[in-house]
């Protein structure tokens, strides 16, 4: 029972985050004097780096596996994966263990500082030149002390580590009228794969990087439509939203978005690599339709198909 309460306030205390625009970040550091980030939300654990199972043949960073629980995970050396220079030759002291879209790994880290809470809207994109399909930077926030801290883009470390399940064939979409699905994600990772399951499906799309942008794109375009005399469902089908993303995340954008009476009647699905409770309740808090995981192409079309048809 005491567990079980546990949970219920740890949900309840992550629910009210939902629709304030802010996110918990644990700080850790790979040996050098850079400080790095990744969501509260994906880290199951932290413990000391237990015994490794060395495998053979895998890529650079991947030290091998641990039995955890019964289960057994890959471990990923970040300081070897992302070839940060200057860093220590030896593994890191510390593994985060890490959920996130369908998947359970431990990621080997030289220490572990602390949890902080910033604003979403102190979390910026990386400049371009961090931004390209191999870039391993997500987002970028200031400490008070005017330190930076890189928060990684851990699915895109994923698919690197352990590559991305090959693209099923999608059943097209069976419909008389034309549709259009809008989609915002930070992660490179996500927009590719979204896009292979949208372009499957003979569906087309419109895209954005973060939050504030998708916010500012569907403003426009709903803008555009009301000019026009007609209604903005008749354009878009779907709005299908990421939960964390810099400058404005999922949950403030469906809370802007359920308020604004010109989407009325668009549905918004969110689409994020976080799967727990916590999630889905702070999805529900602000108005979102449905929530699907993180990535499973069937299952992602699978969720749409009934707005599309």
């Known amino acids: 029972m005491d567990s079980q309460q546990a949970l219920l306030d740890s949900i309840d205390a992550r629910t009210k985050l939902a629709g304030s625009n802010k996110m918990e970040i644990l700080l850790f550091s790979l040996g050098t004097g850079e400080v790095f980030g990744i969501n509260v939300f994906k880290v199951r654990e932290v413990s ?90 997500t987002a970028i926030t200031e400490l008070p002390d005017g330190k930076l801290v890189s928060i990684l883009d851990v699915e895109q470390i994923l698919a690197r580590a352990i590559g991305v399940e090959e693209m099923p064939t999608l059943e097209k979409i069976q419909s008389t009228r034309e549709h259009l699905v809008f989609f915002a994600d930070d992660s490179t990772v996500a927009r590719r794969e979204i896009t292979k399951v949208l372009e499957g499906m003979g569906v087309k799309y419109q895209q954005a990087t973060n939050g504030l942008e998708a916010w500012e794109k569907l403003q426009a375009m709903a803008t555009h439509v009301q000019h026009d005399g007609s209604l903005l469902r008749d354009q878009i089908s779907v709005i299908l939203t990421d939960a964390e993303m810099p400058e404005m995340d999922g949950y403030v954008l469906a809370k802007n978005i359920k308020a604004d009476q010109r989407f009325n009647g668009i549905p918004v699905v969110m689409h994020s690599s976080l799967s727990s409770e916590a999630n889905r309740a702070m999805g529900q808090s602000v108005g979102v339709d449905t929530y699907v995981g993180k990535f499973d192409p069937v299952i992602i079309a699978d969720t749409l198909r009934p707005f599309l048809e």
């Open 48 to 137: 000391q780096t237990p015994m490794i199972t060395k495998t053979p043949n895998t890529p650079l960073g991947v030290e091998g596996v641990i039995s955890l629980r019964g289960n057994i995970i890959p471990v990923i050396s970040l300081a070897k994966f992302t070839n940060l220079e200057g860093a220590p030759t030896d593994t890191g002291h510390t593994m985060i263990v890490t959920e996130f879209s369908r998947h359970t790994q431990g990621f080997l880290v030289h220490d572990v500082d602390r949890i902080i809470r910033v604003d979403w809207d102190k979390v910026k994109p990386p400049q371009s030149m961090l931004m390209g399909n191999d870039a391993l930077i």
